[in-house]
């Protein structure tokens, strides 16, 4: 059992006797009302979104949810096809699926399946993923860390803010969660 309280972004819940992944959640605190969890919980099966008011104390069933490793291989049509790392089976999950995740995903990337009776209900890539700049307007003359960042294009086709002495050719770290760029990849 989980608090509603503990709900984060990816989370896989029971609901209603439906399985449903955690969309958004808020904590929402007014004066001297009690707090309460605002969610957006997407349906598995259905693909509907419905928003949820829970109380912070209510408890929302678990799944039990086993991890595998995947390898991202390549994108076909409106879906993704990662493999099996230890059975070398392929498998396509959809673009709908893999989200945002996308824009962070570069060939032979390691990636986390959640599944549950053998379907992948959500996919999570590493926190941190190194990419490298494509394309960036040139290195200003006296440019520092503290000056204002610019856009760079990374091999994936993102788009990420980055410090205006970064140049094109150069691999970055970038958080995959939120797209910032963290520091220059070490090597």
Do not use: W
Not at 18 to 32: I, P
Not at 34 to 57: C, H, P, T, W
Not at 153 to 173: D, L, M, S
């Amino acid at each position: 059992m989980l608090k509603a309280v503990d709900l984060r972004k990816g989370k896989t819940v029971m609901y209603e006797g439906d399985l449903y992944v955690v969309h958004e959640a808020s904590h929402v605190a007014k004066g001297n009302k009690r707090s309460y969890m605002q969610v957006k919980l997407k349906n598995i099966k259905a693909g509907n979104i419905q928003e949820v008011r829970f109380s912070v104390d209510d408890r929302l069933e678990t799944p039990f949810m086993e991890s595998k490793e995947y390898e991202y291989l390549y994108p076909e049509g409106d879906s993704f096809v990662f493999m099996d790392t230890t059975t070398y089976d392929q498998i396509n999950i959809s673009a709908e699926l893999v989200g945002d995740a996308a824009k962070f995903m570069k060939a032979n990337e390691q990636v986390t399946c959640q599944m549950h009776d053998e379907e992948v209900i959500a996919l999570e890539l590493p926190i941190v993923v190194e990419l490298e700049i494509t394309d960036t307007p040139p290195v200003v003359k006296g440019a520092t860390a503290t000056n204002q960042p610019k856009d760079a294009i990374v091999e994936t086709g993102a788009k990420v803010r980055v410090p205006a002495f970064i140049e094109p050719g150069e691999k970055i770290r970038v958080d995959s969660r939120t797209g910032d760029y963290i520091e220059r990849a070490k090597g």
